[in-house]
Structure formats: C-alpha cells, structure tokens
C-alpha cells in the first residue's frame, strides 16, 4: 500500500544514525539538538545533564529506545587535536567513556564526511571523549570502511584483591581497573556462572548485585572500556606482555574485540599503559523521532 503522504507532525524532531559494535547499539545524534553550550567537554556534559537531560530520555527510553540504547552526541572539542568531540547518553547518564561507541564513530566520521579526505589503508580520527583523547583508526579501502581500532586514554589496575560484601553473595574479590571507566572485575565461578553458558539474566543477576557494591555491569559487546581496563589489570599481573593480542568474545552475542597494550606510560601516580581495542561496527537503521505534545509518555518510560 501507498502512503500519498506523511502524517502530520508537531513537537520536536530529532534525527538519529542507529549503528551497533558487536550487538551493542549506538544511536548517533543528526540534527535537531539545541546548542550545547560550555567551553570544555566535561563543561558541555554538565551543561546536557542540567539543562538537557529529558532529551536523552527521549531518545534512550521507550518507546523510541530501551533500556540498554546508548547515544553519542557529537559537539565541538576544546583540543586542537581532536577532529571531533562526543557525549556519551545512556539509561542512567553521560559515561565517561564508550568503547563501542568509538568502533562505531569510527566509521561513522569517515562515511558522513566529518573528517578530511579518507587514506587507504586506514584513516586516524581523533575522538575526544569526555575521558579524554582517543585515537581511532578506520580500515578504508575501495570507498568502504571496514573494522576500527582506537587507542585508549591511559589505562590502569586502580586496586586487586578488594574484598567487597555483595547482597546475597556474601564477601567477594575483585580487581577494580580503569580504561576509560572504572570497572570491578569478579571471576563468573564466584557465583557459579560461566560467562559463556549462564543464563544472561543470571549473570545481569551477579553482575549487578557486585555493581551495586562496586558499580559495574554486563554488555552485549565485550565492551571496549572494559576490554581496555582488563588488558590493563592483565598487563599490570604479568599475564601478558606488550603486544600481546587477547580476543574477547561476548557471552550474550559471541561478538569479538581484540585488546593489547601497546605502550607504558603512566596516569597520575599509576603505572598505566596505552591499550589498543579492535571491533566492527554496522549501521542498522536512520531515523527522525517526533514528540507530541498530547502524548502523556512523549518524554520516555522504561518498564525495566
Ligand atoms: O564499549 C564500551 O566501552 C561501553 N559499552 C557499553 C558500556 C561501555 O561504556
């Protein structure tokens, strides 16, 4: 059937670019925002928390989004270096850092002409994030991009060995490790999980019960901070060298990133390390979302 023409529509409208890494998806902001105003990343990022912040509701939460959407939101970036600047939206807040975000912005700045002309083999986009600068490098060949690779902000093993009272599990051990974003990292035989075979709800289950004693969580990619901050607590145990190239598969989608430190530096008083993630990203969809003003559940709701 022929729709001779579009119904009519009032309200704001937002125009997104959907893409998912491994499974875990990306909503990428067109057009339709107002101007985030501050002078830094991390000001524009209070700035969209306190005088913005129902427009990540609107498109993070049903009915246009869910529970696990994230959202990048490209602005202007302070650094010289940067070709572009990101906010990182999702069910809670603004994150600091989203790995899987910058595999899919990766090719995303290449193919909407964000950044100069693209170099085969691979083309650099500098990504400033609200953590700070992180290099991608998009795979470009005949007109098409391909699998990104970026470089973390410095990475490293915050504090191992913690014992931490988890509600319902009694006192756990966990290494706490930053790439980007802080992350608690529990062995799944603790709670008698595997990541690969337990039920996702049985490990969201554990996952978040040690989340709410340390924050952490479950994602459908093996998530490209968190892949940074276990290459980091890796290299900072000795089990593994510089170079050294571990795969990391998602228990939820089998998705891979590939993760290795490729460098030593330091951050602050931490022996840190510069760790390179590997994945793919795919586009799955363009959309204009629409608000009317009627609609009691226009601003977003989540059921779970
Ligand atoms: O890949 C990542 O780093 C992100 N994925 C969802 C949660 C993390 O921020």
Redesign the pocket.
């Known amino acids: 059937m022929a729709f001779p023409s579009l119904p009519p529509h009032c309200g704001s409208v937002i125009s997104v670019v959907d893409m998912h890494?491994g499974g875990?998806p990306l909503r990428i902001i067109l057009n339709g925002f107002p101007e985030i105003q501050g002078n830094t990343i991390l000001a524009k990022r209070r700035y969209m928390k306190e005088h913005l912040d129902h427009l990540r509701k609107l498109l993070m939460f049903e009915p246009r989004g869910h529970k696990d959407m994230?959202g990048a939101l490209l602005v202007p970036s302070e650094l010289a270096e940067a070709d572009i600047g990101v906010l990182?939206l999702?069910n809670e807040g603004y994150?600091t850092?989203?790995?899987?975000?910058?595999?899919a912005l990766g090719r995303f700045a290449v193919d909407y002409g964000l950044v100069k002309e693209p170099t085969s083999p691979e083309m650099q986009i500098n990504i400033h994030c609200p953590c700070g600068l992180v290099k991608a490098f998009t795979e470009y060949s005949n007109g098409k991009t391909g699998a990104v690779r970026f470089h973390s902000v410095p990475a490293f093993a915050f504090a191992t060995d913690i014992c931490v009272s988890v509600a319902g599990y009694g006192s756990v051990t966990v290494d706490i490790s930053y790439?980007?974003?802080l992350y608690a990292f529990v062995s799944a035989s603790k709670f008698g999980l595997d990541v690969n075979n337990s039920k996702t709800q049985d490990l969201v289950d554990a996952a978040t019960a040690v989340s709410k004693a340390v924050k952490s969580?479950v994602?459908?990619?093996?998530?490209?901070?968190?892949?940074?901050a276990r290459v980091a607590l890796q290299y900072h145990k000795g089990l593994i060298g510089l170079n050294q190239t571990r795969s990391f598969q998602s228990g939820v989608t089998r998705s891979v990133?590939t993760g290795r430190a490729i460098e030593e530096t330091t951050c602050g008083v931490f022996k840190a390390v510069v760790v390179e993630v590997k994945g793919h990203a795919h586009y799955s969809g363009v959309a204009t979302f629409t608000q009317e003003s009627d609609d009691a559940l226009s601003g977003g709701f989540l059921l779970r």
Do not use: L
């Open positions: 890494t875990e994230y990182f999702h994150s850092m989203c790995g899987h975000a910058v595999i790439g980007g974003a969580q994602d459908r990619s093996p998530t490209g901070s968190g892949v940074t990133f």
